[in-house]
């Protein structure tokens, strides 16, 4: 297990590697180069000679390729030229809010779609089935932004029965220790504090949710409608088992494989969903963040995101691949 | 199957034998073609495709008014933006800057279409350059141009799409090479798998035997039957264009003037008003969503189509 742990970890750094090439070629690319980035387009020459001197962007390219990945290697991610703090500094106190809204956006794409897709399968060609694959469809072709606009409309203004925008009200003096709203108010035992920062989530965890939402459902139908026609369930059936454990432990169980490695896959499209997600609502977490960074060119919050996005990336996909075992014992890892 | 199947044209053949008629064969494509008219999705989907089409193309005709006029900017003050049917000559209504949304839906079609293609094609021609060079040499230039693409691959296609157009400057040009660089590493390693899929199959055997070369056996065989999941992907891919085009300008990265026509950018300014004036989101947003639906449904049956599990049903 832990071996299998290290090869994985070890498969990941020629991918990093190439990646800090990728990134660093992408920063001395920019209109205008890194100075230029940094001071703004009307930078004098003098002030752009002073900048290249001091970050050493006159050095040769293979000098300021090494000097980049050693801070990297040492955990320096830069500063970010917007607010002037570390990087790694700035993604800890934002990253919480888009894991928070991440979590919120999964629990509902899984605990919706799974059974969803389930009962799609099992009452296949009737109309919970057709529903579900009209549902999809409508979760795969509207864009995110489009569908939070929406949710914000009707729960927003029209009805007002949820906040439209921002993590917690302003009025709430609450205390954060993790930055995670909801557990701070639980930990600090100030429960109308984490209940407010749950409503904040519900609307723009709905908005994300349902891109994985759609494509859970998917999977989980076909995956159910290939499993239940399967000759070891007509045995279990054969052999007289209860209707439940045939469908709780042969078909739910077997048909879950591609359901996880689904999940895991998602992970890409709720980080570029969140940017878009965040912004609409106001909500102040990594995405809002990198909407900043894009339009700042703050390119060391851009390339030490993309790194880290990477290295998650890979970790998610590391324990997907060994959930397998769990799920299904013929999977056992090498 | 033999009763969609065209009469055999003419030969000693018996015409009514439909296992002659097979064995003539319809093409993959053909056959694929006459399925996908049988099937009320794809018609859907080629419908409102060519509505769209028909839109993008006539925008010069059917506008009332240029992308960029603003024709109504006497009629809006700060507090009050006509809605539909609110003010004569606006069918449905201004928007913030006084441009009559319903031109501006008309040379959106446009504009949403042209990225969606002319990246989505961008996007297939890089793709399927490093597929072919993977699938068909191997070894060495198969490693290193799929470890490329997996470096590519880790970075979320958004914010892949996003750091390109940070480099190009804000311009739908900028979007159009962005979404589509963004698009290469999967075109390419789906023509990469699906041309391995292929190499072990027979009729490459037989064209070994007959002693062709590496490179018509790549380019005139292993590739056009490999084509398949490919295009597919391309007709899906042209959804996700046109819903990536809009994010990025609705994000701000498009350029140009602020009430430039585009969807993603209709809804961009529409956030500020709407609580007073929330068709100003609903109709770019509705845009945008029925076009990609009409991809999806195509590209959808087409894979059906394609799809050897599928058919003879």
Redesign the interface.
């Known amino acids: 297990m832990l071996r299998v742990i290290g090869k994985r970890i070890a498969l990941l750094i020629?991918?990093l590697f190439?990646?800090s090439i990728?990134l660093f070629l992408?920063v001395r690319?920019?209109?205008g180069g890194p100075a230029t980035a940094l001071l703004g387009e009307k930078a004098t020459p003098e002030a752009i000679a002073r900048v290249n001197e001091l970050y050493g962007f006159d050095r040769p390219l293979l000098t300021q390729y090494l000097t980049y990945v050693g801070r990297l290697l040492q955990g320096d991610f830069g500063v970010s030229i917007n607010t002037g703090r570390p990087v790694l500094e700035e993604f800890a106190t934002r990253f919480p809010a888009t894991l928070e809204l991440t979590v919120v956006a999964l629990i509902f794409a899984i605990g919706v779609g799974v059974p969803l897709g389930y009962f799609a399968a099992r009452y296949y060609g009737r109309f919970l089935d057709h529903s579900s694959v009209v549902l999809s469809?409508?979760g795969?072709?509207?864009?995110v932004?489009?569908l939070a606009?929406?949710l914000?409309?009707i729960f927003a203004?029209q009805w007002g029965i949820l906040p439209p925008d921002g993590r917690q009200d302003a009025r709430i003096d609450a205390t954060h220790y993790t930055q995670f709203y909801v557990l701070d108010g639980i930990l600090t035992g100030e429960y109308d504090a984490a209940w407010d920062a749950f409503l904040h989530l519900i609307l723009p965890g709905l908005a994300l949710g349902t891109i994985p939402l759609a494509i859970i459902v998917r999977i989980t139908r076909a995956s159910v409608l290939e499993v239940q026609n399967a000759d070891y369930v007509r045995t279990a059936r054969a052999k007289g088992l209860m209707e439940r454990t045939i469908r709780g432990s042969f078909i739910l169980r077997n048909a879950m494989l591609p359901v996880v490695t689904t999940i895991g896959l998602q992970?890409?499209?709720l980080?570029?969903g969140a940017?878009?997600t965040e912004?609409?609502f106001a909500f102040n977490g990594i995405g809002r963040f990198?909407?900043d960074a894009?339009?700042g060119?703050d390119y060391p919050v851009?390339q030490g995101?993309?790194i880290f996005?990477?290295i998650l990336?890979?970790l998610i996909n590391l324990i997907v691949d060994l959930s397998y075992s769990v799920i299904d014992p013929r999977v056992r890892v090498q | 199957m033999s009763t969609i199947l065209p009469p055999a044209a003419g030969g000693s053949a018996a015409p009514n034998d439909p296992a002659i008629d097979t064995g003539r064969g319809t093409g993959l494509w053909k056959d694929a073609f006459l399925r996908l008219r049988r099937n009320p999705q794809a018609i859907v989907g080629a419908v409102i495709i060519g509505l769209f089409l028909l839109v993008a193309i006539l925008a010069p005709l059917l506008a009332p008014y240029g992308g960029d006029e603003l024709p109504g900017r006497t009629s809006i003050t700060p507090t009050t933006i006509p809605g539909p049917g609110e003010i004569d000559g606006f069918p449905l209504g201004l928007d913030r800057f006084g441009g009559d949304v319903l031109s501006k839906l008309i040379w959106g079609a446009q504009a949403s279409l042209l990225i969606g293609v002319v990246s989505t094609a961008l996007g297939l021609a890089g793709g399927m350059l490093l597929g072919v060079l993977a699938g068909g040499l191997g070894g060495w230039v198969d490693n290193v141009i799929m470890?490329?693409v997996?470096?590519l691959l880790?970075?979320?296609?958004?914010?892949l799409a996003?750091?390109i157009a940070?480099?190009l400057?804000q311009s739908s040009y900028a979007i159009m090479i962005a979404i589509g660089v963004s698009q290469i590493p999967i075109f390419a390693r789906l023509l990469r798998s699906s041309m391995l899929s292929q190499r072990g199959a027979d009729y490459i055997l037989a064209a070994q035997t007959l002693g062709l070369s590496r490179r018509t056996i790549t380019m005139s065989h292993l590739l056009p039957n490999s084509m398949g999941p490919v295009i597919v992907q391309a007709t899906l891919t042209l959804?996700t264009a046109v819903?990536d085009a809009?994010?990025l300008s609705?994000?701000?990265?498009g350029g140009g003037l602020p009430q430039a026509a585009e969807w993603g950018r209709m809804?961009t300014y529409?956030?500020a008003e709407?609580?007073v004036a929330?068709q100003l989101?609903?109709l770019p947003?509705a845009c945008?969503?029925?076009t990609?639906?009409g991809f999806?449904?195509l590209g959808e049956s087409l894979r059906e189509a394609l799809d050897p599990k599928t058919r003879r049903k």
Not at chain 1, 140 to 143: E, G, M, N
Not at chain 2, 250 to 253: E, I, Q, Y
Request: glycine share 6%; proline share 6%.
């Open positions: 020629p991918t190439g990646l990728l992408w690319s920019l209109p469809l409508i795969i072709t509207v864009p932004f489009f606009f929406i914000k409309y203004i992970l890409g499209l980080i570029s940017v878009l912004t609409v990198l909407r894009i339009f060119l851009l995101f993309i996005i990477a990336y890979a | 470890r490329f997996d470096i880790s970075v979320p296609n958004l914010l996003v750091s940070a480099v400057g959804a819903i809009a994010a609705f994000l701000g990265l809804l529409a956030q709407l609580a929330p989101a609903f947003g945008i969503a029925i990609a639906l999806t449904l």
